[in-house]
């Protein structure tokens, strides 16, 4: 089967900046995946590409198998929605969402205003376009608001009018920049079932791009990590959280980054392989017990409500965090403590390569 | 006491500007308008009341009905001009500063040295250029084949010179306003409509430029309209009017009736005319636009 939508080796520089490296990722029919990273990554670069706003300086991008790397924006009929919603502030909210209706199926001559009293023929084309436009404001409950101008609405309504204006034509993906992030954190959760919704009810290929890591877990079915405009890794949420492929995915994934130790001495106290590898650990997965193998010594603590964090520091400087759940007593500033982990949540990284080592009762 | 003590620092501060505003500002008016129904002439012991007779001289003349006239004529072309050329100009020079912003800097300060330039040294430049015999336009005209022309000292072409030598001098100031405007515009809605299917740059320019420079657009047209019915300087320096009267304008008229032959009285009821065109056209074109132009 024939992806959707697939980037080929794309690169783009801006100046000598390698903004998106040797990038290659495939969205299938049907697919949700989600472009997560930190902020000047690369990804919105990436997004942009897809979309046909930027040509790559290499590499193909294809459509269901057909070469668009050459076609602009409109040819390759790309659905976007930008972060800023970027609506048009002289047009009502009807008017916004039948844009890409009437660009793309009105001469210039049939757009001006009036122009359908004159023919038949381009009347019954506006009214095609006010039935599907209707259809959308309904399906994302913007009925009501059809007469209003953009500055008239609240953010989570913008936001929906942008969602009805990338979802009224029938695009081949769809593309959502940073969808959540001009919101607030109850409209947030409404808002990611909303957009799953959408995506289940429209099957269309979605991408999101993101930089919280807790919208794409939540809402993607896979999961690209770009890390200095490469991809670090793309599988399912759950395989990203519990098995990494390298050390840049394992630090940045997971609401606490994850303890990254040696190789050394400490490291080959939680586990043998230690001595020559970099040892991962959740710092929710330490555990302070009086029989640890491993030593550490408490520098500080912060207090979170719902749980501590612990800073503590290894023989050879190595710097390590831990979570105590709610309820645990923090131990004293200066004081030694012993610490386990269970086998099972070790992970293994190349000292070199930073590749991720499989190894016997690891976890997956 | 303290609402006392409010009031006195109200008033001090608003005071002065209040009192130099009414003193230097609404008194002459009212005088203005005063003398514009009597006969009064600079100098003059005495003034008798004469109703609306300087405003049946100035519409019922015609010497006054020129003015008018020839004032309509060159607002009429240096205004949509003006303001076509600034936006021409302004999004060229917008586009080029992507790929050559040197250039693009270069050729904003040429097109900006009009609105520097003391318009005086530029009207004898332009006598210069514009002389039948020596001026570098004839020679030009006669080098493109054409037949050279007396620019200035021609009754029926002397209007439409100092209108270009206008459009010229408020291109400039115009393209300004234009590129501010530009640069104040989202480049966010332009990505949005090229994947809403406005490839071309024509069906981007109406979907987001134009709409977008509303506000400017209206501002430039408000101070190009403005600056065109008040066209002075280049009459008084180049042609005083003439030839004949085939470049006299509005406030040259008044210039005339009130400094040279010290008619205070027609002067100044010509100055009202002038003020009530100009603040009923102003009224207009926001009443008009500003509806549109305006997204809240």
Not at chain 1, 76 to 85: G, K, T, V
Not at chain 1, 110 to 138: K, S
Request: proline fraction near 5%; charged fraction near 15%; include cysteine.
């Amino acid at each position: 089967m024939t992806a959707a939508l697939a980037l080929e080796g794309v690169s783009k520089r801006f100046g000598d900046v390698h903004a998106v490296d040797d990038v290659s990722l495939e969205i299938g029919e049907g697919a949700f995946v989600a472009l997560l990273g930190a902020s000047g990554c690369g990804k919105s670069t990436t997004l942009r590409l897809m979309a046909g706003l930027d040509r790559p300086d290499a590499g193909r991008v294809r459509m269901g198998g057909r070469d668009v790397t050459a076609d602009g924006a409109s040819a390759r009929n790309i659905a976007l929605m930008f972060q800023s919603y970027a609506l048009y502030p002289h047009l009502t909210v009807h008017q916004n969402i039948a844009t890409p209706l009437r660009q793309r199926r009105l001469s210039a001559l049939g757009r001006l205003p009036g122009a359908g009293a004159l023919r038949a023929g381009l009347r019954q084309r506006l009214d095609a376009i006010d039935a599907e436009v209707r259809r959308v404001a309904e399906m994302l409950r913007l009925e009501t608001l059809l007469g209003r101008k953009p500055g008239q609405l609240s953010g989570g309504q913008q936001q929906r009018v942008a969602l009805a204006r990338a979802l009224v034509r029938e695009p081949a993906a769809f593309l959502l920049d940073e969808p959540l992030s001009n919101l607030d954190t109850q409209l947030r959760a409404d808002t990611r079932e909303e957009i799953k919704a959408l995506h289940r009810r429209t099957g269309h290929p979605f991408v999101l791009v993101t930089h919280d890591q807790a919208d794409a877990l939540s809402m993607a079915d896979r999961v690209a990590v770009m890390i200095e405009g490469r991809i670090a890794q793309v599988a399912p949420p759950d395989v990203i959280f519990s098995r990494p492929a390298n050390r840049g995915v394992a630090a940045f994934i997971g609401a606490h980054p994850m303890n990254l130790i040696g190789p050394g001495g400490l490291a080959a106290a939680l586990h043998p392989a230690g001595r020559d590898h970099v040892v991962g650990i959740r710092p929710e997965q330490l555990a302070l017990t009086g029989d640890g193998p491993a030593e550490a010594v408490m520098r500080s603590t912060a207090y979170q409500g719902d749980r501590t964090i612990l800073r503590l520091v290894g023989g050879a400087e190595e710097a390590l965090q831990v979570v105590l759940p709610l309820g645990s007593p923090a131990p004293a500033e200066g004081e030694t403590l012993r610490l386990a982990a269970d086998p099972g949540a070790l992970h293994l990284f190349d000292a070199a390569s930073g590749a991720r080592i499989e190894h016997a009762g690891g976890p997956g | 006491m303290r609402v006392l003590r409010e009031a006195f620092t109200t008033l001090s501060l608003v005071g002065p500007a209040a009192l130099a505003v009414v003193l230097f500002i609404f008194l002459p008016v009212g005088v203005v308008f005063a003398l514009a129904f009597t006969d009064y002439q600079i100098g003059a012991p005495q003034a008798a009341w004469v109703g609306i007779e300087n405003f049946a001289e100035l519409f019922g003349s015609k010497l006054g009905r020129n003015a008018l006239l020839n004032t309509l004529v060159y607002a009429a072309i240096v205004i949509p001009a003006s303001v076509g050329l600034g936006l021409l100009v302004a999004i060229g020079l917008f586009g080029l500063a992507e790929r050559l912003p040197r250039v693009s800097a270069v050729l904003r300060a040429v097109y900006f040295l009009p609105v520097a330039a003391t318009l005086v040294a530029m009207a004898v430049a332009w006598q210069m250029l514009l002389h039948p015999s020596l001026g570098l336009v004839n020679t030009w005209v006669e080098a493109a084949g054409l037949t050279p022309q007396n620019w200035l000292t021609d009754r029926g072409l002397v209007l439409y010179t100092l209108a270009l030598i206008g459009v010229w001098q408020s291109v400039g100031y115009n393209m300004v306003l234009f590129l501010a405007g530009l640069a104040a515009i989202p480049t966010a809605l332009y990505d949005a409509a090229r994947v809403d299917g406005a490839e071309g740059g024509w069906s981007r320019f109406w979907l987001v430029t134009w709409p977008m420079l509303g506000p400017t657009t209206l501002f430039v047209l408000i101070v190009s309209a403005v600056n065109a019915f008040r066209v002075f300087e280049t009459v008084a320096t180049i042609t005083r009017g003439g030839p004949a009267f085939a470049s006299d304008t509005i406030v040259y008229a008044l210039y005339r009736e009130g400094f040279i032959y010290f008619k205070a009285g027609y002067a100044s009821a010509i100055t009202v005319v002038f003020f009530l065109a100009l603040l009923a056209l102003t009224a207009l074109q926001i009443l008009l636009i500003e509806r549109r132009v305006h997204y809240r």
